[in-house]
């Protein structure tokens, strides 16, 4: 059964920085694309980025050229760092593996 644990997630003010994590078992994180998405209070899923198994990577308008999704194929994670967090940000961020969400997500709050 695969397995995916987000962590990372925090309180950070407006230009922050945070790193979220995913730590995949059950199966590679290359087997797969690999995908973020998050749910703001009151919103539905946005999806953000999506990592694919030759390495290449894209991403929503929203957080492109902020946000970089990444992995770490020795230690079966999945990345995403976010620079010049907006309040906007503010949301459960979830991975996902071929656009299955199965883990509980982490909280980011972007504020003052």
């Known amino acids: 059964e695969v397995q995916l644990v987000e962590s990372g997630g925090d309180l950070v003010r407006p230009g922050g920085s945070l790193r979220l994590s995913c730590a995949v078992s059950?199966?590679?994180?290359?087997?797969?694309?690999m995908s973020w998405a998050r749910q703001a209070p009151g919103k539905g899923l946005e999806w953000l980025a999506h990592l694919y198994g030759d390495g290449s990577a894209n991403y929503a308008n929203s957080v492109r050229a902020r946000f970089i999704i990444s992995r770490d194929t020795a230690k079966n994670i999945l990345y995403l760092e976010m620079n010049n967090l907006k309040p906007e940000d503010t949301a459960i961020y979830y991975c996902?593996?071929?656009?299955?969400?199965r883990g509980p997500g982490t909280q980011v709050t972007v504020s003052s």
């Open positions: 996902a593996r071929a656009l299955s969400i």
């Open positions: 059950g199966a590679s994180v290359t087997s797969a694309y």
